[in-house]
């Protein structure tokens, strides 16, 4: 069997996207399992603040932006998952991420 790899692009690496990669990498078995071995999932761009900051997860480096435009144009990222908190977001941020073409 082909494995179908899909690349998730995250909005926000706070408390909730840390937890979301965490039980991406926790589940990954699972999922796998429950796919038939047919889906990976992988996180393929993060979007955030600060690269620099401190996580709860260890991510590699390219794989962080501070581009909205950046996460959606990515070929790599198939679905955008928006869990952004803290200061409100700019219109055009949250256009960008509502009109992702993938």
């Keep these: 069997m082909n494995c179908s790899s899909l690349g998730i692009g995250l909005a926000g690496l706070?408390?909730?996207?840390?937890?979301?990669?965490?039980?991406?990498?926790r589940n990954a078995g699972l999922i796998s399992a429950r796919t038939g071995?047919?889906?990976?999932?992988?996180?393929?761009?993060?979007?955030?603040?600060?690269?620099?900051?401190l996580r709860p997860?260890?991510?590699?480096?390219?794989?962080?932006?501070?581009?909205?435009?950046?996460?959606?144009?990515?070929?790599?990222?198939?679905?955008?998952?928006a869990h952004l908190g803290g200061q409100s977001l700019n219109s055009e941020v949250l256009l960008g991420l509502m009109t992702f073409p993938r």
């Design 37 to 53: 071995g047919q889906v990976k999932l992988e996180i393929a761009r993060v979007l955030v603040r600060d690269p620099a900051k």
């Design 14 to 25: 706070g408390t909730v996207g840390s937890g979301v990669v965490l039980a991406l990498e």
């Design 57 to 81: 997860v260890t991510l590699p480096e390219e794989t962080l932006t501070t581009s909205w435009r950046e996460l959606v144009e990515d070929p790599a990222v198939d679905i955008v998952v």
